[in-house]
């Protein structure tokens, strides 16, 4: 029997590429997000490349009663969660703080870090109750600094890396293994989600230098998951070569 890997934020980027390459190495998988068009065509391909099982929940993590309703109801064969993969999470606007725009405050609070606690206080039980499970949180370089304009981002992904610490001592004796990756630049939908949709400013986040991709943070998921019992890995901080902390980046 196929472990079971349940990924929030599967529709695109760096969620979509973990979703295959745990299906790639034998994973039957639960993937969640807001794009139902977008689940059910990686569901499809999914099945087709990979020939593993896959539920696709269509999901808004910051909607705690929705979360608890979906894991909840999940199919008796579904229940044996054997890896969270809390990847959901997005920055919005870059304003100061002395100019930030509440609702761009309040959806980057409630996705990245109210949205990652309800799903582990969901799923969690579910791997005390079998002595056993792994949970990896997708943070960011974002959590170990702090730059201009990314003031409420940062605080969220500072407050992520400290409840995985957290959530490490607290799961400890019940078997269950914590990790965190924190990426440096990624190059996905995530500096078109934070320029609200600019392509043009987009882009630039990424001219003169070959990012991260996807795929990149995929293989570091796909390590972690894959270490022997005894051993866990607790934060890998990844960054491209050009990259060397949050602000600076050799562009050519």
Same mark, same amino acid.
């Given at each position: 029997?196929?472990?079971?890997?349940?990924?929030?934020?599967?529709?695109?980027?760096?969620?979509?590429?973990?979703?295959?390459?745990?299906?790639?190495?034998?994973?039957?998988?639960?993937?969640?997000?807001?794009?139902?068009?977008?689940?059910?065509?990686?569901?499809? =391909?999914?099945?087709? @490349?990979?020939?593993? +099982?896959?539920?696709? *929940?269509? /999901?808004?993590?910051? !909607?705690? $009663?929705?979360?608890?309703?979906?894991?909840?109801?999940?199919?008796?064969?579904?229940?044996?969660?054997?890896?969270?993969?809390?990847?959901?999470?997005?920055?919005?606007?870059?304003?100061?703080?002395?100019?930030?725009?509440?609702?761009?405050?309040?959806?980057?609070?409630?996705?990245?870090?109210?949205?990652?606690?309800?799903?582990?206080?969901?799923?969690?039980?579910?791997?005390?109750?079998?002595?056993?499970?792994?949970?990896?949180?997708?943070?960011?370089?974002?959590?170990?600094?702090?730059?201009?304009?990314?003031?409420?981002?940062?605080?969220? =992904?500072?407050?992520? @890396?400290?409840?995985? +610490?957290?959530?490490? *001592?607290? /799961?400890?004796?019940? !078997?269950? $293994?914590?990790?965190?990756?924190?990426?440096?630049?990624?190059?996905?939908?995530?500096?078109?989600?934070?320029?609200?949709?600019?392509?043009?400013?987009?882009?630039?986040?990424?001219?003169?230098?070959?990012?991260?991709?996807?795929?990149?943070?995929?293989?570091?998921?796909?390590?972690?998951?894959?270490?022997?019992?005894?051993?866990?890995?607790?934060?890998?901080?990844?960054?491209?070569?050009?990259?060397?902390?949050?602000?600076?980046?050799?562009?050519?």
């Amino acid at each position: 029997m196929n472990k079971i890997a349940f990924i929030t934020g599967a529709t695109a980027g760096i969620g979509e590429a973990c979703a295959k390459k745990l299906a790639k190495i034998g994973f039957d998988l639960i993937i969640s997000g807001r794009r139902k068009e977008n689940l059910e065509k990686l569901k499809q =391909k999914i099945i087709a @490349d990979y020939h593993v +099982k896959v539920l696709a *929940i269509e /999901l808004d993590v910051r !909607n705690q $009663k929705e979360v608890e309703s979906k894991i909840n109801s999940l199919p008796k064969e579904w229940i044996k969660i054997d890896l969270l993969l809390n990847n959901a999470g997005l920055a919005v606007g870059v304003s100061p703080v002395q100019e930030g725009i509440i609702d761009d405050w309040e959806r980057m609070i409630d996705t990245n870090l109210k949205g990652l606690l309800y799903i582990t206080r969901t799923i969690s039980p579910l791997m005390i109750e079998r002595k056993k499970g792994q949970i990896i949180n997708i943070t960011s370089i974002a959590g170990k600094e702090v730059y201009p304009g990314g003031n409420v981002y940062c605080a969220t =992904k500072h407050a992520v @890396d400290a409840i995985t +610490k957290g959530m490490r *001592i607290d /799961l400890l004796p019940h !078997n269950i $293994k914590v990790s965190s990756i924190a990426p440096g630049m990624v190059e996905t939908e995530f500096s078109l989600v934070r320029f609200k949709g600019d392509e043009e400013k987009a882009e630039q986040v990424y001219n003169g230098f070959t990012p991260l991709y996807a795929e990149d943070i995929a293989e570091t998921v796909e390590f972690i998951a894959t270490r022997p019992a005894h051993v866990n890995i607790n934060d890998i901080l990844i960054m491209p070569a050009n990259q060397a902390s949050a602000r600076d980046v050799n562009r050519v």
